[in-house]
């Protein structure tokens, strides 16, 4: 390869990375860095295709062999610090930020950056309780102290919402001090407006804000909600994050008659100034914690009524949002101690959700297979406790088969299986990880499995209504927080007979033995199938209350 076709080979690499064609980049980056394999312009470029494309390993090396050849590379730690995070490598990541700020080559955000990590895919509980004290001594040390940070010049840090929510614990007390630390750095989340009053006469100005208004769980739980707000009286837009991928129902809400979209700007300040000058009476966040841009936007009292809702159900802690949205079948009588929002509550899970609709659909052969365990779950909601139901369930039942999902990279997967060979039950040749899967081929599995394990602690809720389709059962063990309350909440709703709701592990191993062993497991789906259809899919009267309970506030 001579020099001028390498430069025209790049060139063209380089163009498949600005349209975002990453493969075809890394095809052609990596052809011409057999050749130059100390070019640092290849090697800046190869290593953002492999980590926008998700190839986390690939990036990570390559960012080392730029350091390697450049020591002083400008961004190199920062990038690498990136790519571990998003790898789960959180001890890698604090070391490498450690040598970046000694180094002074590194944003000093990340000096407080990584005071607030915890892993997703921990490997025992110990490593849970040891990252949640160093956050919660961390928070403190930021409150009492006067650091400063601009959000909206490359400043932003992380806080531990998501990784904290996967776990047992009560986060009322630690979120109401993420806040705290985070008003006290960035100076904008303090931003005063002026909140005008109703006139009696004039519609309800109602936002709805979310970076999942598209072929995400966000959007299934809540497009018809939103859609069955009567327009005579409520005036409603709708914001998006510039992250927001395109979808059918990303296109459905541009197309929807009498609602506003618009693309919120990336900088927080611009969204503070876009939405202030709207004067909201409701702004409505259906999933806070998701999405971090939101997040911080959402601590902004933007409107007289902020309400949230359980498309991410832990509290905020934050004096800027009122109302959580929730199911009476959600909340027990102490569900109340456990947030900082009051609770606006429908008898029915607040979404209207459309059945399913899909092809190849299975015969009743397919769906009266037994001994079929599946919990198709996102793996970082997979507790280290979580471990002993599902090995305890093969190791009583010798039949069983367990399938569980991959992740698109295979970054908690990896994790995940690394922690499940330290058990003593684990069995390899009976725990099957599938690649991910179209929808059409999840609910089939759905319809496949003999029975569904609800993970504890933080539980399925968009998959349960998915397997409804079919009506395979899901054990759910619910404790006393809502975020693992949602499988049994619908079974409430559908007003099944004795569903296999448990009490502790010894039930949940036994009724799910019981159910994928069961010689009526075909007659027992279509009972749960037709219950759904009566009384969980398309419940148009969720619509009605969610009218009535939003004009009530006025």
């Known amino acids: 390869m001579n020099k001028y076709s390498a430069n025209e080979i790049f060139k063209i690499a380089h163009n498949h990375f600005q349209k975002k064609e990453f493969e075809k980049s890394i095809y052609l980056f990596e052809k011409i860095l057999k050749n130059f394999p100390d070019n640092l312009s290849i090697l800046r470029n190869i290593s953002l295709a492999y980590a926008f494309s998700g190839a986390y390993q690939k990036a990570e090396e390559c960012i080392k062999k730029i350091i390697q050849i450049k020591p002083d590379e400008p961004f190199a730690y920062q990038t690498l610090a990136s790519v571990l995070k998003n790898q789960d490598k959180i001890e890698d990541m604090i070391e490498i930020i450690n040598e970046g700020l000694k180094k002074n080559l590194i944003n000093k955000k990340w000096d407080l950056q990584k005071k607030l990590l915890s892993p997703l895919i921990p490997r025992d509980k110990k490593e849970i309780d040891d990252y949640r004290k160093r956050i919660g001594k961390s928070l403190e040390e930021i409150i009492s102290s006067e650091i400063k940070l601009d959000y909206d010049n490359d400043q932003i840090i992380s806080p531990p919402l998501f990784e904290l929510t996967y776990t047992d614990k009560d986060n009322k007390e630690i979120n109401k001090k993420i806040v705290k630390a985070l008003k006290k750095i960035y100076q904008p989340l303090n931003y005063k407006t002026i909140i005008k009053n109703k006139k009696s006469n004039d519609k309800i100005k109602i936002g709805f804000i979310s970076e999942f208004f598209t072929d995400h769980t966000i959007g299934k739980l809540f497009k018809n909600l939103i859609f069955s707000l009567d327009l005579k009286f409520f005036d409603i837009a709708i914001y998006h994050s510039n992250k927001t991928k395109k979808g059918k129902i990303f296109e459905e809400f541009q197309n929807k008659k009498g609602l506003k979209n ?17 004067k909201f009476d409701i702004l409505f966040y259906p999933d806070i914690g998701m999405s971090i841009e939101f997040y911080f936007l959402c601590l902004v009292r933007l409107a007289k009524y902020q309400i949230m809702s359980w498309g991410h159900p832990e509290t905020t802690g934050s004096e800027s949002i009122d109302f959580f949205l929730c199911s009476k079948n959600l909340i027990t009588e102490n ?152 499988v049994s909440a619908a079974y409430n709703q559908m007003e099944v007979k004795n569903p296999p709701i448990v009490k502790n592990k010894d039930d949940y191993v036994d009724r799910a033995i019981e159910i994928a062993n069961d010689k009526n497991i075909l007659n027992k789906k279509k009972y749960y199938q037709k219950a759904a259809n009566e009384k969980l899919f398309n419940t148009e009267d969720v619509g009605e209350k969610f009218n009535s309970i939003l004009r009530e506030l006025f």
């Open 262 to 278: 618009q693309i919120l700007p990336i900088k927080l300040i611009d969204k503070i100034k876009i939405i202030e000058k709207e």
């Open 335 to 486: 569900s109340y101690k456990f947030y900082t929002e009051k609770f606006l509550i429908i008898d029915k899970l607040p979404m209207i959700y459309d059945k399913p609709n899909i092809e190849n659909k299975l015969n009743d052969k397919d769906l009266s297979k037994k001994n079929i365990y599946s919990c198709p779950q996102t793996l970082f909601k997979f507790h280290p406790d979580f471990d002993d139901y599902l090995f305890d369930i093969l190791k009583k039942d010798k039949k069983a088969v367990l399938y569980l999902l991959k992740d698109t990279h295979k970054v908690y997967y990896l994790k995940l299986l690394e922690r499940f060979k330290k058990n003593k039950n684990f069995d390899s040749d009976r725990v099957i990880f599938l690649d991910p899967l179209n929808l059409n081929q999840f609910i089939n599995h759905l319809g496949t499995s003999s029975v569904l394990l609800d993970p504890i602690y933080f539980g399925s809720g968009n998959s349960f209504h998915e397997s409804m389709f079919y009506g395979t059962q899901t054990v759910t063990c619910p404790t006393k927080y809502i975020k693992s309350r949602i």
